[in-house]
Protein backbone atom coordinates (compact mmCIF):
# COMPACT_ATOMS: atom_id res chain seq x y z
CA UNK A 1 0.00 0.00 0.00
CA UNK A 2 1.10 3.46 -0.57
CA UNK A 3 -0.23 6.88 -0.12
CA UNK A 4 1.36 9.10 -2.06
CA UNK A 5 5.35 8.92 -2.23
CA UNK A 6 4.52 7.37 1.70
CA UNK A 7 4.57 3.28 1.56
CA UNK A 8 2.28 2.16 4.03
CA UNK A 9 4.22 -1.10 5.16
CA UNK A 10 2.72 -3.13 6.90
CA UNK A 11 -0.69 -2.16 6.55
CA UNK A 12 -1.36 -1.29 10.47
CA UNK A 13 -2.97 2.03 11.23
CA UNK A 14 -2.79 3.61 14.77
CA UNK A 15 -6.19 5.26 15.09
CA UNK A 16 -6.86 8.71 16.21
CA UNK A 17 -7.87 8.37 20.08
CA UNK A 18 -8.50 11.88 21.82
CA UNK A 19 -6.35 12.43 24.73
CA UNK A 20 -4.09 9.78 23.78
CA UNK A 21 -2.44 9.37 20.17
CA UNK A 22 -0.33 12.64 21.12
CA UNK A 23 3.32 12.44 19.93
CA UNK A 24 4.59 10.66 22.72
CA UNK A 25 2.28 7.40 22.01
CA UNK A 26 2.99 7.35 18.04
CA UNK A 27 6.84 7.69 18.84
CA UNK A 28 6.11 4.76 21.45
CA UNK A 29 4.57 2.60 18.64
CA UNK A 30 6.91 3.57 16.53
CA UNK A 31 10.04 2.68 18.24
CA UNK A 32 8.15 -0.99 19.39
CA UNK A 33 7.38 -1.59 15.73
CA UNK A 34 4.95 -3.20 13.56
CA UNK A 35 3.00 -0.07 12.80
CA UNK A 36 2.44 1.23 9.54
CA UNK A 37 0.60 4.68 9.90
CA UNK A 38 0.08 6.82 12.59
CA UNK A 39 -2.21 9.71 12.95
CA UNK A 40 -2.64 13.06 15.30
CA UNK A 41 -5.21 13.75 17.56
CA UNK A 42 -8.57 14.96 16.21
CA UNK A 43 -8.36 19.07 15.57
CA UNK A 44 -10.86 21.28 15.33
CA UNK A 45 -10.77 23.41 12.11
CA UNK A 46 -13.22 25.93 13.64
CA UNK A 47 -10.53 26.01 16.40
CA UNK A 48 -8.09 26.66 13.71
CA UNK A 49 -9.96 29.64 12.31
CA UNK A 50 -10.99 31.50 15.33
CA UNK A 51 -8.26 30.70 17.71
CA UNK A 52 -5.31 30.20 15.68
CA UNK A 53 -2.35 30.59 17.90
CA UNK A 54 -3.87 29.00 20.76
CA UNK A 55 -5.49 25.85 19.00
CA UNK A 56 -1.38 25.95 17.35
CA UNK A 57 0.19 26.11 20.63
CA UNK A 58 -1.05 22.47 21.74
CA UNK A 59 0.39 20.70 17.71
CA UNK A 60 2.69 18.24 18.40
CA UNK A 61 3.32 16.65 14.91
CA UNK A 62 6.71 17.14 12.71
CA UNK A 63 6.78 16.36 9.14
CA UNK A 64 9.98 13.74 10.46
CA UNK A 65 7.29 11.27 11.47
CA UNK A 66 5.66 10.39 8.00
CA UNK A 67 3.88 8.54 7.23
CA UNK A 68 1.36 10.34 9.62
CA UNK A 69 -1.95 11.72 8.95
CA UNK A 70 -3.03 14.88 10.83
CA UNK A 71 -6.65 14.67 11.28
CA UNK A 72 -8.98 17.44 10.99
CA UNK A 73 -13.25 17.49 12.13
CA UNK A 74 -15.82 20.21 10.93
CA UNK A 75 -18.43 20.54 8.52
CA UNK A 76 -17.85 23.45 6.87
CA UNK A 77 -16.42 22.82 3.58
CA UNK A 78 -14.18 26.71 3.17
CA UNK A 79 -13.15 25.92 6.79
CA UNK A 80 -11.86 22.52 6.61
CA UNK A 81 -10.00 23.62 3.31
CA UNK A 82 -7.89 26.36 4.92
CA UNK A 83 -7.26 24.20 8.28
CA UNK A 84 -5.70 21.80 5.75
CA UNK A 85 -3.73 23.51 4.34
CA UNK A 86 -2.20 25.78 7.43
CA UNK A 87 -1.43 21.79 8.54
CA UNK A 88 0.24 21.32 5.49
CA UNK A 89 1.94 24.94 5.19
CA UNK A 90 3.08 23.24 9.12
CA UNK A 91 4.69 19.75 8.00
CA UNK A 92 1.74 17.38 7.56
CA UNK A 93 2.46 14.89 5.27
CA UNK A 94 -1.35 13.40 5.25
CA UNK A 95 -4.42 14.85 6.06
CA UNK A 96 -7.56 13.06 7.60
CA UNK A 97 -10.74 13.96 7.90
CA UNK A 98 -12.76 12.82 10.98
CA UNK A 99 -16.41 11.62 9.79
CA UNK A 100 -17.06 8.97 12.59
CA UNK A 101 -16.40 10.50 15.85
CA UNK A 102 -19.70 10.68 17.51
CA UNK A 103 -19.13 12.76 20.87
CA UNK A 104 -22.13 15.29 20.77
CA UNK A 105 -19.72 18.01 21.10
CA UNK A 106 -18.46 17.10 17.67
CA UNK A 107 -21.67 16.23 16.22
CA UNK A 108 -23.66 19.41 17.39
CA UNK A 109 -21.11 21.63 15.60
CA UNK A 110 -21.70 19.44 12.16
CA UNK A 111 -18.38 17.86 12.60
CA UNK A 112 -17.63 14.01 12.51
CA UNK A 113 -20.33 11.86 12.11
CA UNK A 114 -22.66 14.49 12.23
CA UNK A 115 -21.89 13.89 8.28
CA UNK A 116 -22.79 10.85 7.48
CA UNK A 117 -26.28 12.06 7.68
CA UNK A 118 -25.65 14.38 4.24
CA UNK A 119 -23.53 12.72 1.81
CA UNK A 120 -23.78 15.95 -0.39
CA UNK A 121 -22.41 17.87 2.79
CA UNK A 122 -19.69 15.35 3.39
CA UNK A 123 -18.52 15.49 -0.67
CA UNK A 124 -18.39 18.59 -0.43
CA UNK A 125 -15.72 19.12 2.17
CA UNK A 126 -14.10 16.26 1.06
CA UNK A 127 -13.57 17.85 -2.74
CA UNK A 128 -12.40 21.41 -0.59
CA UNK A 129 -9.98 19.80 0.66
CA UNK A 130 -8.70 17.59 -1.72
CA UNK A 131 -8.62 20.58 -3.79
CA UNK A 132 -6.93 22.86 -1.23
CA UNK A 133 -3.74 20.61 -0.76
CA UNK A 134 -1.66 18.35 -2.46
CA UNK A 135 -0.37 16.11 -0.40
CA UNK A 136 -2.66 12.58 0.26
CA UNK A 137 -6.16 12.75 1.86
CA UNK A 138 -7.79 10.24 3.91
CA UNK A 139 -11.07 10.08 5.70
CA UNK A 140 -12.07 7.90 8.93
CA UNK A 141 -16.26 6.91 8.43
CA UNK A 142 -18.65 4.61 10.40
CA UNK A 143 -21.69 3.02 8.39
CA UNK A 144 -23.90 5.83 9.04
CA UNK A 145 -25.40 7.42 11.70
CA UNK A 146 -27.78 4.76 12.75
CA UNK A 147 -27.89 1.22 11.10
CA UNK A 148 -30.97 2.04 9.04
CA UNK A 149 -29.43 5.01 7.69
CA UNK A 150 -26.19 3.19 5.89
CA UNK A 151 -24.21 6.09 4.30
CA UNK A 152 -20.59 5.09 3.78
CA UNK A 153 -20.42 3.31 0.78
CA UNK A 154 -22.78 6.14 -1.19
CA UNK A 155 -19.73 8.47 0.53
CA UNK A 156 -16.99 5.76 -0.52
CA UNK A 157 -17.69 6.37 -4.11
CA UNK A 158 -18.12 9.82 -3.87
CA UNK A 159 -14.86 10.22 -1.77
CA UNK A 160 -12.81 8.11 -4.63
CA UNK A 161 -14.00 10.72 -7.29
CA UNK A 162 -12.77 13.32 -5.13
CA UNK A 163 -9.73 12.23 -4.73
CA UNK A 164 -9.44 10.63 -1.38
CA UNK A 165 -6.57 8.02 -1.41
CA UNK A 166 -7.94 5.66 1.70
CA UNK A 167 -10.77 5.38 3.68
CA UNK A 168 -10.82 3.76 7.01
CA UNK A 169 -14.49 2.25 8.30
CA UNK A 170 -15.45 1.76 11.68
CA UNK A 171 -17.88 -1.04 11.47
CA UNK A 172 -20.87 0.46 13.69
CA UNK A 173 -23.26 3.19 13.53
CA UNK A 174 -22.29 6.80 15.30
CA UNK A 175 -25.65 5.80 17.48
CA UNK A 176 -23.76 2.69 18.88
CA UNK A 177 -20.90 4.46 19.99
CA UNK A 178 -18.97 1.50 21.07
CA UNK A 179 -22.00 -0.34 21.89
CA UNK A 180 -22.58 -3.74 21.02
CA UNK A 181 -20.79 -5.64 17.73
CA UNK A 182 -19.52 -4.16 14.57
CA UNK A 183 -20.78 -5.45 11.41
CA UNK A 184 -17.79 -6.18 9.23
CA UNK A 185 -19.80 -6.73 6.77
CA UNK A 186 -20.16 -2.74 5.99
CA UNK A 187 -16.35 -2.69 5.33
CA UNK A 188 -17.14 -5.79 2.77
CA UNK A 189 -19.38 -3.18 0.75
CA UNK A 190 -17.20 -0.31 0.50
CA UNK A 191 -14.50 -2.82 -0.52
CA UNK A 192 -16.39 -3.48 -3.35
CA UNK A 193 -17.51 -0.24 -3.68
CA UNK A 194 -14.10 1.52 -4.06
CA UNK A 195 -10.66 0.79 -5.57
CA UNK A 196 -8.62 2.83 -3.07
CA UNK A 197 -7.15 0.75 0.16
CA UNK A 198 -9.89 0.23 2.66
CA UNK A 199 -8.76 0.20 6.62
CA UNK A 200 -11.06 -2.45 8.35
CA UNK A 201 -11.79 -1.22 12.04
CA UNK A 202 -13.73 -2.38 14.62
CA UNK A 203 -13.29 -4.12 18.13
CA UNK A 204 -9.75 -5.97 16.86
CA UNK A 205 -7.60 -6.94 19.61
CA UNK A 206 -5.64 -10.11 18.13
CA UNK A 207 -3.65 -10.88 15.04
CA UNK A 208 -6.17 -13.61 14.49
CA UNK A 209 -9.75 -11.43 14.45
CA UNK A 210 -7.31 -8.90 12.15
CA UNK A 211 -7.04 -11.76 9.59
CA UNK A 212 -10.59 -13.12 10.35
CA UNK A 213 -11.55 -9.43 9.32
CA UNK A 214 -9.15 -9.27 5.94
CA UNK A 215 -10.13 -12.46 5.04
CA UNK A 216 -14.47 -11.79 5.39
CA UNK A 217 -14.02 -8.26 4.34
CA UNK A 218 -10.95 -7.98 1.28
CA UNK A 219 -9.77 -4.75 3.27
CA UNK A 220 -6.24 -4.02 2.81
CA UNK A 221 -5.11 -2.75 6.28
CA UNK A 222 -6.41 -2.57 9.67
CA UNK A 223 -6.87 0.38 12.21
CA UNK A 224 -6.15 -0.17 15.58
CA UNK A 225 -7.65 1.52 18.30
CA UNK A 226 -8.36 1.26 21.98
CA UNK A 227 -6.38 -2.43 21.66
CA UNK A 228 -3.39 -0.54 21.88
CA UNK A 229 -3.81 1.84 25.04
CA UNK A 230 -1.60 0.28 27.83
CA UNK A 231 -0.48 -2.43 24.75
CA UNK A 232 1.55 -0.29 22.13
CA UNK A 233 3.30 -3.16 21.38
CA UNK A 234 0.34 -4.60 20.05
CA UNK A 235 1.76 -3.80 16.53
CA UNK A 236 5.52 -5.34 17.19
CA UNK A 237 3.18 -8.62 17.37
CA UNK A 238 1.08 -8.83 14.51
CA UNK A 239 4.09 -8.11 12.46
CA UNK A 240 5.88 -11.05 14.34
CA UNK A 241 8.62 -8.94 16.01
CA UNK A 242 7.50 -9.96 19.18
CA UNK A 243 5.69 -12.77 20.78
CA UNK A 244 2.21 -13.10 21.36
CA UNK A 245 0.69 -12.74 25.01
CA UNK A 246 0.93 -10.14 27.80
CA UNK A 247 4.80 -9.12 28.27
CA UNK A 248 6.00 -9.52 31.78
CA UNK A 249 5.23 -6.88 34.31
CA UNK A 250 9.03 -5.24 34.38
CA UNK A 251 8.45 -5.19 29.89
CA UNK A 252 5.41 -3.42 30.69
CA UNK A 253 7.07 -1.38 33.24
CA UNK A 254 9.98 -0.60 31.28
CA UNK A 255 7.42 0.52 28.05
CA UNK A 256 5.55 2.65 30.24
CA UNK A 257 8.49 4.53 31.71
CA UNK A 258 9.71 5.07 28.12
CA UNK A 259 5.97 6.28 27.19
CA UNK A 260 6.74 9.08 30.22
CA UNK A 261 10.23 9.88 28.70
CA UNK A 262 8.87 10.46 25.45
CA UNK A 263 6.11 12.76 27.13
CA UNK A 264 8.59 14.52 28.94
CA UNK A 265 10.40 15.19 25.63
CA UNK A 266 7.80 15.72 23.35
CA UNK A 267 4.67 17.66 25.14
CA UNK A 268 4.28 20.98 24.61
CA UNK A 269 1.51 21.28 27.69
CA UNK A 270 2.42 22.26 30.82
CA UNK A 271 4.08 19.53 33.56
CA UNK A 272 0.87 20.29 35.46
CA UNK A 273 -1.27 19.14 32.63
CA UNK A 274 0.80 16.75 31.42
CA UNK A 275 0.91 14.52 34.05
CA UNK A 276 -2.83 14.76 34.57
CA UNK A 277 -3.13 13.54 30.99
CA UNK A 278 -0.47 10.68 31.55
CA UNK A 279 -2.72 9.24 34.51
CA UNK A 280 -5.20 7.76 32.04
CA UNK A 281 -2.68 6.53 29.98
CA UNK A 282 -0.03 5.12 32.56
CA UNK A 283 -2.91 3.49 34.33
CA UNK A 284 -3.91 1.30 31.22
CA UNK A 285 -0.63 -0.83 31.27
CA UNK A 286 -2.27 -3.30 34.27
CA UNK A 287 0.82 -2.71 36.75
CA UNK A 288 -0.71 -3.59 39.75
CA UNK A 289 -0.36 -0.14 40.98
CA UNK A 290 -3.37 2.23 39.19
CA UNK A 291 -4.59 4.19 42.62
CA UNK A 292 -0.97 5.48 42.81
CA UNK A 293 -0.74 6.41 38.97
CA UNK A 294 -4.19 8.25 39.03
CA UNK A 295 -2.65 10.44 41.84
CA UNK A 296 0.87 11.24 39.85
CA UNK A 297 1.69 14.81 40.68
CA UNK A 298 4.89 15.07 38.87
CA UNK A 299 7.45 13.01 36.07
CA UNK A 300 9.56 12.58 38.95
CA UNK A 301 6.89 11.03 40.80
CA UNK A 302 6.26 8.61 37.74
CA UNK A 303 9.23 7.66 36.92
CA UNK A 304 10.60 6.91 40.40
CA UNK A 305 7.26 4.16 40.66
CA UNK A 306 8.03 2.97 37.02
CA UNK A 307 11.62 2.64 37.65
CA UNK A 308 10.75 0.21 40.88
CA UNK A 309 8.60 -2.15 38.37
CA UNK A 310 10.54 -1.98 36.17
CA UNK A 311 13.65 -3.63 38.29
CA UNK A 312 15.47 -0.52 37.11
CA UNK A 313 16.37 -1.88 33.45
CA UNK A 314 15.69 0.46 30.18
CA UNK A 315 13.22 -0.82 27.63
CA UNK A 316 16.63 -1.28 25.59
CA UNK A 317 17.37 -4.13 28.21
CA UNK A 318 13.42 -5.66 28.31
CA UNK A 319 14.02 -6.40 24.83
CA UNK A 320 16.29 -8.17 25.48
CA UNK A 321 14.97 -10.59 28.39
CA UNK A 322 11.77 -10.54 26.34
CA UNK A 323 12.22 -11.70 22.22
CA UNK A 324 11.49 -14.16 20.31
CA UNK A 325 13.22 -17.27 20.55
CA UNK A 326 16.01 -18.07 17.63
CA UNK A 327 14.09 -20.30 14.93
CA UNK A 328 15.60 -24.30 15.16
CA UNK A 329 19.23 -25.76 13.59
CA UNK A 330 17.70 -27.52 10.37
CA UNK A 331 19.51 -30.98 10.82
CA UNK A 332 21.02 -30.66 7.57
CA UNK A 333 22.33 -27.49 8.21
CA UNK A 334 25.04 -27.32 11.12
CA UNK A 335 25.95 -23.28 10.98
CA UNK A 336 24.73 -20.88 13.23
CA UNK A 337 20.45 -19.85 12.41
CA UNK A 338 20.06 -16.39 11.60
CA UNK A 339 19.11 -14.61 14.41
CA UNK A 340 15.17 -13.18 14.94
CA UNK A 341 14.80 -9.86 14.43
CA UNK A 342 13.52 -8.71 17.67
CA UNK A 343 13.02 -4.78 18.18
CA UNK A 344 16.24 -2.59 17.61
Not at 5 to 34: D, K, V
Not at 253 to 278: G, I
Request: overall charge neutral; some cysteine.
Amino acid sequence: MKLGPYPIEPATYLAPMAGHTNRAFRELCRELGGVGLVCTELVSSQALEYSRQRALSFFDFDASEAPMAVQLFGGEPETMAEAARLVVDLGAPIVDINMGCWVPKVVKKGGGAALLGDVCQATAVVEAVCKAVRVPVTVKVRSGLTAAQETAVPFARAAEQCGVQAIAVHARSAEQGFSGSPDWSVITRVRQAVSIPVFGNGDLTTLEEARQMQQETGCQGWMVGRAALGAPWIFAQWAGLLPEGTPPLEWRAAVALRHLELTEQYSPLHEFKAVRELRGQLSRYDLGVREQLVRLESYAQARGLLEGLSGGVGLRDARERWRLPPPPVPECCGTEPPRSPGLP
